[in-house]
């Protein structure tokens, strides 16, 4: 069992910048790829980025690619989404999710934990 809780989310700008972490409960965190998703209103929720094991491998939607990082400090159980460049268009509530593989996994299916999710709003 993994719990999830993300933090990090506001109110910015257009062309600022935010770093959501997400704290994971449990001692086999580094067991876990980790992903970022999003959801807007009335939207169906989308993959943002994935991190494997290490962080050696990182995925990132083709609408965030350059402007996000995602990275993992398995010591502290934390993931990191880095968002930088930020548009009106990235506002929606930000998950952190779980998949119980060591590989980097693109998509929804697979992930098995989800945080509660953390709201993200840009202004132009």
């Known amino acids: 069992q993994v719990q999830l809780v993300e933090s990090g989310g506001g109110l910015v700008q257009a062309g600022g910048s935010l770093r959501l972490s997400c704290a994971a409960s449990?001692?086999?965190?580094?067991?876990?790829?980790m992903g970022w998703f999003r959801q807007a209103p009335g939207k169906e929720r989308e993959f943002v980025a994935a991190?494997?094991?290490?962080?050696?491998?990182?995925i990132y939607a083709d609408s965030v690619k350059g402007r996000f990082s995602i990275s993992r400090d398995n010591a502290k159980n934390t993931v990191y989404l880095q968002m930088n460049s930020l548009k009106p268009e990235d506002t929606a509530v930000y998950y952190c999710?779980?998949?119980?593989?060591?590989?980097?996994?693109?998509?929804?299916?697979?992930?098995?934990?989800w945080g509660q999710g953390t709201q993200v709003t840009v202004s132009s």
């Open positions: 999710a779980a998949a119980p593989t060591r590989r980097v996994v693109l998509g929804t299916v697979g992930y098995v934990y």
């Open positions: 991190t494997s094991w290490d962080g050696g491998t990182t």
């Open positions: 449990g001692r086999t965190f580094s067991s876990y790829c």
